[in-house]
């Protein structure tokens, strides 16, 4: 099972940033980099959703929701990767996940929460 840290929610007004760090301390180089990269959020009543996800190649996909405000990028020498997040609104409010896909298995952080006021 990978272990993946995640940091950086918080609580932010309408139209700020935050960057979300997700971290795999105990995964090898060689190993991390066969991983999607993914960022999820969950806010009540809702299902989990994919938000963005990324590949060592750079490729990288984003959820209509959030394309031109979101970016996410890794860093596969320290093992992690950042969903950076711009123009927040209040809709952004959630629970963010990160997770690492191999094949269709994921292992999951343990969330952190965004809020965003009005």
């Known amino acids: 099972q990978v272990q993946l840290e995640e940091s950086g929610g918080g609580l932010v007004q309408a139209g700020g940033s935050l960057r979300l760090s997700c971290t795999a301390p105990?995964?090898?180089?060689?190993?991390?980099?066969?991983?999607?990269m993914e960022w999820y959020r969950q806010s009540p009543g809702n299902q989990r959703e994919l938000v963005a996800s990324t590949v060592s190649s750079g490729s990288t996909n984003f959820a209509d929701s959030v394309k031109g405000r979101f970016t996410v990028s890794r860093d596969n020498s320290k093992k992690r990767v950042y969903l950076h997040m711009n123009s927040l609104k209040p809709e952004d409010t959630a629970v963010y996940y990160c997770a690492a896909n191999r094949g269709g298995r994921r292992d999951w952080g343990q969330g952190t929460q965004v809020t965003v006021s009005s």
């Open positions: 105990r995964t090898i180089f060689s190993v991390f980099i066969d991983f999607t």
